[in-house]
């Protein structure tokens, strides 16, 4: 099930009711200029980014030091709390929802409106490399892949915050309206299937001659929900491949092994675990590895390029689901580390 449209919509809704303030009136206080927390409730860490001079309160009182953001120009905030203040002045009441956000560092944290968080993708979001240049900006990127770059976090899509968007950013891509990456990834695709969302059927349904450049990840559900074997497997890769590269010979193709996963419960690593089609997590990676090679394709490893960004021992905390997919956190630094590579292998 494609869970994009109707997630967008949602948003989109829950976007415009928090950021209403209603306004009714009081008997008047002797107090008359204060705020009081109505509710406060714990919600999804999504990443936003908060425009130039807005204001940002120390406490949820608002009666704290404020500063504005125009110190952070390129801070990512991260929310994981909202609440309904009540604004009192005079015989006036104003209600509204204000969300408790985080720098991705971890060390500055305070409270703001809701209308002041707008997505990563903002035009006034400027956070491209130095290493990228000028390079990137007119590049036309798609992706396509399973889960992990359609935005799944385990428990809900990321999809304006997916490790490509990332990479797309810091590589200083331009997010206006024909200029957007395509996302053709889909959850729970596979190299070799026979569902609309398995790599055979999106290679029916796109033109990449439209394309400069594209990344491909596949395989973590080939291995944990498939019965075919890896020759199998790396064989349908390998046709695709194959028709992408002569549909659009200079389209720059990066190939992305599988993200680390871990067993459910136990959270060892799948890495010499085989499954139903008779090969390991590591084997199947070391054959997209040889197959990317043959191809001329750079390969992009997470394990090798951050080995300390996942591990069983910080699972929990880095993948939202504790298993396979990355927490929100995670996805920037995903994307960062993609665009790092990129930008030095970039030819």
Request: glycine share 6%; aromatic share 10%; hydrophobic share 35%.
């Amino acid at each position: 099930m494609n869970r994009q449209p109707y997630l967008r919509m949602a948003v989109l809704a829950a976007s415009l009711f928090l950021s209403l303030e209603v306004t009714t009136s009081v008997t008047a206080s002797p107090k008359t200029n204060y705020a009081t927390v109505e509710k406060t409730t714990v919600t999804e860490p999504y990443a936003y980014y908060v425009p130039k001079g807005k204001v940002l309160y120390t406490n949820s009182s608002l009666s704290k030091a404020k500063v504005t953001t125009s110190k952070y120009p390129k801070t990512t905030w991260y929310s994981k709390k909202t609440a309904i203040i009540i604004k009192t002045s005079g015989n006036t009441q104003k209600k509204a929802h204000y969300a408790q956000i985080t720098s991705a560092n971890g060390k500055h944290s305070y409270w703001t409106w809701n209308g002041n968080l707008k997505p990563i993708t903002s035009a006034g979001f400027k956070i491209a490399d130095k290493a990228a240049g000028s390079r990137f900006k007119k590049i036309k990127l798609a992706y396509m892949g399973d889960s992990i770059p359609h935005g799944w976090s385990g428990a809900v899509n990321y999809i304006n915050s997916n490790y490509p968007t990332w990479m797309a950013k810091y590589l200083g891509i331009s997010m206006t309206a024909s200029q957007v990456p395509t996302n053709m990834a889909i959850s729970s695709g596979k190299i070799l299937g026979s569902q609309n969302r398995d790599m055979p059927q999106i290679m029916h349904r796109q033109d990449f001659k439209k394309y400069n450049m594209m990344t491909i990840q596949y395989g973590t559900n080939d291995y944990a929900h498939s019965e075919y074997s890896l020759k199998e497997v790396m064989t349908e890769l390998q046709k695709n491949i194959t028709t992408i590269k002569s549909s659009n010979p200079k389209l720059k193709i990066y190939g992305i092994l599988p993200l680390s996963r871990f067993q459910k419960g136990s959270g060892e690593p799948a890495d010499h675990i085989k499954m139903s089609g008779g090969y390991t997590f590591n084997q199947l990676k070391a054959a997209e590895r040889k197959l990317y090679k043959k191809n001329h394709i750079a390969v992009i490893d997470f394990q090798k390029l951050d080995p300390n960004l996942i591990t069983a021992a910080n699972r929990k905390t880095t993948l939202r689901d504790h298993v396979l997919h990355p927490a929100a956190k995670t996805d920037q630094y995903l994307g960062h580390d993609a665009a790092r590579f990129i930008e030095k292998n970039y030819k």
